[in-house]
Nanobody, 124 residues
Framework: QVQLVESGGGSVQPGGSLRLSCATS????????MAWFRRVPGKEREGVAA???????MYANSVKGRFTISRDNAKNTLYLQMNSLRPEDTAMYHC??????????????????WGQGTQVTVSS
């Protein structure tokens, strides 16, 4: 049974940083294509960053230069380093996974495993 568990969320001031983690279990992590999404109540889920099983990465334009996605295959963990945080980054952040050929995508429907999420709040 595949499980994804996010952690690392919290409240920070604008300009601050947070590092999110997504611990996985139940499948060979190396074979996962992974991504981070975020959702604000009343709005559609937004893709933030994705990393393929073989390494290629893509980012949403809104986070380029501020967020960094990475993976540690030895620890079965996905990360999202978030710097220069803005109030508009406030959201519930979810990690997502899909097994298969290597790809990157910020389309939610592509992924079939999801974590419960961790809340990020950016406010002064």
């Amino acid at each position: 049974q595949v499980q994804l568990v996010e952690s690392g969320g919290g409240s920070v001031q604008p300009g601050g940083s947070l590092r999110l983690s997504c611990a996985t279990s139940g499948y060979t992590f190396n074979n996962f294509n992974m991504a981070w999404f975020r959702r604000v109540p009343g709005k559609e889920r937004e893709g933030v960053a994705a990393i393929a099983s073989d390494g290629p990465i893509m980012y949403a334009n809104s986070v380029k230069g501020r967020f960094t996605i990475s993976r540690d295959n030895a620890k079965n963990t996905l990360y999202l380093q978030m710097n220069s945080l803005r109030p508009e980054d406030t959201a519930m952040y979810h990690c997502a996974a899909r097994v298969g050929h290597a790809f990157t995508s910020l389309v939610p429907a592509v992924y079939n495993f999801w974590g419960q999420g961790t809340q990020v709040t950016v406010s002064s």
